[in-house]
């Protein structure tokens, strides 16, 4: 079983920049495909973006394509969402969470594992 505990979240202005991380514990990282997730006040948790296990192919969202990027060590075992020209609309509690995968794979659902979140604000 893999433990997840994400950091990195703060507040940033619109357009800035944040890299939010995220460390695995207790299984090796690269057993799973990882996502990244998040929640704004009142609304659903949807996804962001996903990696696969050796990192060789990633998926995003559409409206964060091109600003927002997931990456991953598995020798650190941390996975990474590099997000640029952040807008207020993406003030939430990101999440990164895992599950097993086969070779290739890119899942945006059925993820077992979750952290506990970091915040992101962004402000106008």
């Known amino acids: 079983q893999v433990q997840l505990t994400e950091s990195g979240g703060g507040l940033v202005q619109t357009g800035e920049s944040l890299r939010l991380s995220c460390a695995a514990s207790?299984?090796?990282?690269?057993?799973?495909?990882m996502g990244w997730f998040r929640q704004a006040p009142g609304k659903e948790r949807e996804f962001v973006a996903t990696?696969?296990?050796?990192?060789?192919?990633?998926y995003v969202r559409d409206s964060v394509r091109g600003r927002l990027r997931i990456s991953r060590d598995n020798i650190k075992n941390v996975v990474y969402l590099q997000m640029n020209s952040l807008k207020p609309e993406e003030a939430a509690v990101y999440y990164c969470?895992?599950?097993?995968?086969?070779?290739?794979?890119?899942?945006?659902?059925?993820?077992?594992?979750w952290g506990q979140g970091t915040h992101v604000t962004v402000s106008s």
């Open positions: 207790g299984s090796p990282m690269s057993d799973y495909a």
């Open positions: 990696i696969t296990r050796a990192a060789t192919r990633t």
């Open positions: 969470a895992a599950r097993t995968a086969v070779t290739g794979e890119l899942p945006v659902d059925g993820y077992r594992y």
